[in-house]
């Protein structure tokens, strides 16, 4: 049963959460039918949408165990059982069989395997059934109330399809954003990964705007992961990633580019402004009892190699460059910012230091 339905994975929250709304709209509706029902004196129908109305409280408790599939074939029985013996009451010229088309409508997106299908057996077999064996009108209320029915059922149809429509799109499109988020996101750090800060770097290239590209990495990371723990080691990565990431949120973009190694798009009119930002970022980690462990303070220091982004230069050369310079900064004695300087001919200027 359980590989019936869709497998929504980590996403099980959202769809819990529309299910919810749903069992909240039907709850309200039968409220709203037994109410008209008492007025017009059909007890039958009245006692049926009470008892109908409490298994909502039922149903959010399957939904907290995420078994969707059940919570939909039981709403689907329920509907389907309250149609039926509605439209007998009262006949097929209250209209209340057209909601008979709202599950098949909605169960390719929730329900795999056989059940979908008898899901659309069940509703078109139900609504034939009601059409051939059901009298236009039984008598139990007057014809201005059963035209009255009829209007209301057919307005009630078409804004349950709106709304389901509407909460389905509202979900995918969610999903949609937090994959998107997935691929563009370091999950640790919750900076941009490689992939994406490729894109904005090439978008910098192609409209040639001014910028510096620092590529920094964590001095004696190892240490810290063999001191203090690899958790330890998680939370120093996230620290200095929200450093860069307040240090370029308005000017330049962070990433994590692997393990201990971050690259920093720098917007800067000159090189003497983008290593005054470099040199900023580095005494800001640097900065003593700005991370602890434990109540332990870890000393934390950076090495960045920087190089000026130049249109016609290949992106990958220029990181390289800057990857040359973070070596020669780490071979001086770390905690540095080392430029590397620019690019002409396609060669690099050696202008370490």
């Not at 929250?13 to 409220?31: E, G, P, T, W, Y």
């Not at 929730?110 to 059409?131: D, P, T």
Request: aromatic fraction near 14%; hydrophobic fraction near 45%.
């Amino acid at each position: 049963m359980k590989n019936s339905i869709v497998d929504f994975g980590e996403y099980s929250s959202l769809i819990r959460m529309d299910f919810q709304k749903i069992n909240f709209v039907i709850c309200a509706v039968h409220l709203v039918f037994l109410t008209i029902y008492l007025v017009l004196n059909v007890p039958f129908l009245f006692w049926m949408n009470l008892f109908m109305a409490s298994l909502s409280l039922f149903y959010l408790l399957i939904l907290k165990n995420n078994n969707f599939l059940l919570f939909y074939g039981l709403i689907f029985c329920q509907v389907t059982a309250v149609i039926i013996m509605t439209t007998t009451v009262l006949g097929w010229d209250a209209g209340v069989q057209h909601y008979l088309v709202i599950f098949p409508a909605f169960v390719f997106t929730v329900v795999r395997g056989w059940q979908k299908y008898a899901v659309v057996i069940i509703s078109g077999v139900s609504y034939f059934g009601l059409y051939k064996w059901v009298p236009e009108a039984t008598g139990a209320v007057s014809e201005e109330v059963m035209s009255s029915f009829y209007i209301v059922n057919i307005a009630g149809v078409l804004l349950v399809l709106v709304f389901i429509s509407n909460l389905y799109g509202k979900t995918t499109q969610k999903i949609l954003n937090e994959l998107n988020d997935l691929s563009r996101i370091d999950p640790l750090t919750k900076i941009l990964n490689r992939r994406s800060m490729y894109q904005y770097v090439n978008k910098a290239r192609k409209k040639k705007i001014q910028s510096y590209l620092l590529l920094i990495d964590l001095d004696d990371f190892k240490n810290i992961n063999d001191k203090w723990g690899h958790e330890c080691g998680d939370m120093v990565l996230i620290h200095c990633a929200e450093v860069f990431r307040q240090f370029t949120k308005e000017k330049g973009r962070a990433a994590r580019w692997g393990g201990e190694e971050f690259l920093l798009l720098l917007y800067a009119k000159n090189k003497d402004e983008a290593l005054g930002k470099a040199e900023e970022i580095a005494e800001t980690i640097n900065k003593k009892r700005t991370f602890f462990y434990q109540q332990k303070e870890v000393p934390l220091s950076i090495t960045g190699g920087m190089i000026a982004l130049d249109p016609v230069i290949h992106t990958e050369k220029m990181i390289n460059a800057a990857d040359e310079a973070l070596y020669h900064g780490k071979q001086r004695g770390k905690n540095q910012i080392v430029y590397a300087g620019s690019f002409k001919n396609n060669e690099k200027i050696d202008n370490l230091g």
